[in-house]
């Protein structure tokens, strides 16, 4: 449907889509509210791990709407986050499921690091797996 007559705005809202259903069949979910929030907390926690160029280099990777999701409520001045665990990684995660909260947040979110690996380049998800200290880069590889 063209609504702007620009391919990259009009095609954005269906690669989100794309990559909704993506992680739902990875996850065996069938609730997409559930999936857009474990996938925007995910991504923004990835974000806030990261040094300020690395989280720009990994946006640089994504496709509009979803570098809009990544970069939504960014504080670059408070980046990266301390400490930086995986368990602090995964209790950021977490404390968004406070009424349903996730039976296992390591696969969860090892289901949107793999999303992210079939969509960007093997070379910048590498480089991001190296930003990141040794336990998490085990989570994310």
Same mark, same amino acid.
């Given at each position: 449907?063209?609504?702007?007559?620009i391919a990259s705005l009009d095609?954005?809202?269906?690669?989100?889509a794309e990559w909704l259903n993506e992680l739902q069949e990875d996850l065996g979910w069938s609730d997409r509210a559930r999936a857009y929030l474990l996938f925007r907390t995910t991504l923004q926690t990835v974000r806030d791990f990261l040094t300020v160029d690395e989280a720009a280099d990994l946006a640089a990777q994504l496709p509009l709407l979803i570098r809009g999701i990544f970069f939504e409520g960014w504080v670059p001045s408070r980046t990266p986050v301390h400490p930086r665990s995986v368990d602090d990684f995964l209790e950021r995660v977490t404390r968004?499921?406070?009424?349903?909260?996730?039976?296992?947040? *390591?696969v969860?979110?090892?289901?949107?690091? *793999?999303?992210?690996?079939r969509h960007v380049?093997?070379?910048?998800?590498?480089?991001?797996?190296?930003a990141m200290r040794r336990p998490l880069r085990d989570l994310w590889m």
């Open positions: 449907m063209k609504i702007s007559g095609h954005a809202p269906q690669v989100v968004h499921f406070p009424t349903e909260p996730l039976v296992e947040p *390591d969860a979110v090892a289901a949107v690091f *793999d999303l992210l690996r380049s093997m070379g910048e998800f590498q480089q991001v797996a190296w």
